[in-house]
């Protein structure tokens, strides 16, 4: 599978024992999940770690024995025996030999580490010779290194992983037992300078890794707040220096509806001076930008760094990793380290809420692997590989007391450490974590999030198509299904505190209920509905319509997939994943989180297999809560290639898009003219002013939301005749 976990590395700064050659053993790749067998609980100088790590096999029901071509690393007590330090690292491969590139950096990455930083500890220790000598003298019956008592300044430390990177990048290129011309792997590592309570962030590609940071006091697992602040920053063409760098080789960059002259290509010139994306929506249906020769369409790489990728190389795409050093403090609690298939559709903060809430990093891991996958599910035909690290953190000594255990030749580094942090990361603040900069003196932690890929809402094509057909399959149920109404108030039942904190627990990281008011969220609360079921009762069908989304309180239920063209046996078809509900444990999975937008035929069934407790939400309940809470500002969602309204159709109504996008259609004498339509644009004012019938079409080109708006509600609110001059769009 592409994965290890090593104790040590020896003296001779050898790979860590544990590591086994992923050509000698395949088997492994196939293992659906590979996880802890329980956390681990290590210190690391004046640090006490407690981690865990999982990685889950993406599902292609294209390729169903396709390898997981994530790969990760831990090596404790890195360097020697002696050694304070500690090195986690998660590879996350693509191409057709990923899972050999992924799992040949874990096997070789940690010994180019130690080898580089064993050069510049012996280049070091020349300044410190005498001291030395009177150290090693004083532990002569201990046959200690002598080195175990070098500690590298910051810009010692970065120049040998970057060489280590390097170093690493071009042994993958030499080795004949893979092939890297369109084959690689991204790295992102963390290591612990245990004495020195700091650690080093290095990064080639766009994993990540993410630190939670309290503002109070108390110790980790107290179920606090925490905030989520980036320690790396994704190399992708996305960002306007990472464009500029490879454009600059002669490269062009792309998405596939780019390339294949679906989407307009807009030049540099029209993106402004900030990191942003290229094209309206690119990446919202998983078509980011890509890399490509001048010459031909490869390689098509969504990142602009990486380890193999030997062809892209001359595009720019290399192996030098970006670096962070910086400090361990006492409000510093969780450390997150994983690949891309976790951030596809969560934010930097929806993981670190996730992790905040339990005590043990295995399940803080294994919550968010399944949010992950239930995201991936909704959105996509498949799931991507998913591989996390969580380290749980407590300070336990200051660094100042441990500082006569070593020597270096610069004590004060990290003042430098924190000003190079802002010419790697810029301050730049966004909506999903950005910190605030009058209150947190930590200048390192200033980090930019504005050049993330985009976190994805809405369904790929592919996903949108097999919806699209399963609805021409059975349109008369759900015809019957999408007018189906409840009425909320014999649904409403009383719940507990402790079941209202599950269910907000629940529910905290989705889109749907991102912006919900306090008083929506109490009415949510109520309409909840409490349903009991047994081992194998079948809770939803693949291919029938859906109409509520679910939140698991207890218990354990199958996702079972049924590949296309094959017939089920009865069973639901192949396992894919498991979630595991517990109260004790926190964990509360969801899923069906589309059926409150609309209503759409179920990619999976999920079947409980064992006795349990979920909340049901109807679709129509959580409309008619939020219809109640806005007046008569009704919520619409549709689906990919719906009409919201009709040329020459009566209607009463304006609307106001909030996501998705949109085409408007006006037939003139025969000819249909055409204009897009996107969020904060709106539409079908002309029936609020003089005219009874709507004067164009407008088809959803993907999930699109919005509000829908009568004319009494306006009139109410503006002064209608302003509209008759109004532009359709908002700004």
């Known amino acids: 599978m592409g994965c290890c976990e090593s104790v040590e590395v020896d003296a001779e700064y050898g790979n860590g024992r544990g590591q086994e050659s992923a050509v000698k053993q395949p088997e492994k790749a196939l293992r659906k999940v590979e996880c802890s067998d329980e956390p681990r609980e290590i210190i690391c100088g004046g640090l006490r770690l407690r ?99 070098i500690e590298l300044p910051r810009d010692s430390f970065q120049q040998a992983c970057s060489k280590a990177h390097v170093d690493c990048n071009m042994a ?42 309290s503002s109070t006091s108390g110790g980790s697992g107290t179920r606090q707040a925490l905030k989520a602040y980036p320690l790396s920053r994704d190399q992708t063409p996305y960002r306007r220096d990472e464009r500029a760098r490879i454009r600059a080789t002669g490269a062009r960059i792309l998405s596939l509806d780019q390339l294949e002259g679906l989407e307009p290509i807009l030049d540099e010139s029209q993106a402004g001076d900030d990191d942003l994306e290229l094209g309206e929506e690119l990446d919202e249906g998983g078509d980011p930008p890509r890399v490509w020769s001048p010459n031909g369409d490869y390689p098509g790489t969504a990142f602009t760094r990486s380890l193999g990728d030997a062809m892209a190389e001359e595009l720019g795409v290399f192996a030098e990793p970006e670096m962070l050093t910086r400090e361990i403090k006492p409000d510093d609690r969780i450390l997150v ?32 692997v399944a949010e992950s996958f239930e995201l991936w599910l909704q959105y996509e035909l498949r799931t991507d590989d998913i591989t996390i690290i969580v380290v749980f953190l407590d300070q336990i000594m200051e660094p100042d007391l441990m ?8 004590r004060d580094d ?94 905290k990281t989705s889109v749907m209920f991102r912006n919900i008011t306090d008083d929506q ?9 409490p349903i009991s079921v047994k081992a194998g009762t079948w809770v939803i069908k693949q291919g029938s319509f859906g109409d509520r989304f679910y939140i698991i309180d207890e218990g354990k239920f199958e996702v079972r997939i049924v590949g296309d063209g094959d017939r089920d046996d009865g069973t639901g078809g192949a396992l894919i994943h498991v979630y595991d509900g517990s109260v ?36 129509s309940a959580f409309r008619q809560v939020l219809a109640q809470a806005q007046g008569s500002f009704v919520e619409i969602a549709f689906g990919r290639g719906e009409n919201i309204i009709e040329q020459g159709h009566i209607g009463d109504s304006m609307f106001v898009i909030t996501s998705g996008a949109c085409e408007l259609v006006r037939l003139v004498k025969g000819t249909a003219r055409n204009s897009p339509i996107k969020a904060g644009d709106y539409f079908g004012h002309e029936v609020m002013i003089d005219h009874q ?39």
Not at 70 to 77: G, M, Q, W
Not at 521 to 529: D, S, T
Request: aromatic share 8%; hydrophobic share 35%.
């Open 414 to 507: 990290l003042l430098s450490a924190r000003k190079a942090s802002l010419t790697l990361l810029s301050s730049k603040e966004v909506e999903e974590s950005a910190p605030n900069l009058a209150e947190d003196s930590d200048d390192d932690l200033q980090l930019a999030q504005e050049a993330f890929r985009p976190v994805r809402t809405r369904m790929t094509k592919e996903k949108a198509a097999e919806i699209e057909k399963l609805k021409k399959s059975a349109e008369e149920n759900f015809a019957a299904d999408f007018a189906e109404e409840v009425d909320i108030d014999k649904l409403f039942t009383e719940k507990t505190a402790s079941e209202k904190h599950r269910i907000a627990d629940a529910i």
């Open 51 to 149: 981690y865990a790590y999982l990685s889950q096999k993406g599902y292609y029901p294209d390729d169903p024995h396709k390898p997981n071509q994530d790969a990760y690393s831990i090596t404790e007590r890195f360097g020697n025996r002696e050694s304070n330090d500690a090195f986690f690292a998660v590879y996350d491969g693509h191409g057709r030999d990923g899972d050999l590139c992924a799992q040949f950096a874990r096997d070789k990455m940690p010994g180019y580490m130690a080898k580089h930083i064993k050069r510049s500890k012996e280049k070091e220790a020349t300044h410190h010779q005498a001291e030395l000598e009177k150290k090693v003298a004083k532990a002569a019956d201990r046959q200690i290194d002598p080195l175990s008592y």
């Open 693 to 731: 019938k709507y004067l164009a079409t407008v088809v959803s080109l993907q999930t699109t939301t919005g509000w829908k708006i009568d004319r009494a509600t306006l009139s109410t609110a503006v002064d209608i005749d302003k509209l008759r001059k109004a532009p359709r769009k908002k700004g």
């Open 172 to 213: 993958m290129h030499k080795d004949q037992s893979l092939d890297d011309s369109l084959s690689g792997t991204t790295a992102i590592s963390v290591y612990v300078h245990g004495r020195r309570n700091r650690i080093t962030i290095s990064n080639v590609g766009d994993s990540r890794a993410v630190l939670g940071k």
């Open 584 to 619: 004790a444990k926190h964990s509360h999975p969801c899923f069906g989180e589309l059926a409150l937008m609309y209503s759409a035929p179920r990619s999976a069934s999920i079947i409980a297999r064992t006795d349990g407790h979920l909340w049901g939400l109807h679709r």
């Open 337 to 368: 380290i994983a690949s891309d298939g976790i951030y596809e559709f969560l934010t930097n903060q929806s993981v670190i809420d996730i992790c905040a809430k339990f005590t043990d990093p295995l399940e803080a891991c294994r919550a968010v």
């Open 521 to 529: 969220r109490e009415m949510i609360f109520g309409v909840m509905e």
């Open 403 to 410: 500082e006569r255990e070593y020597m270096t030749s610069k």
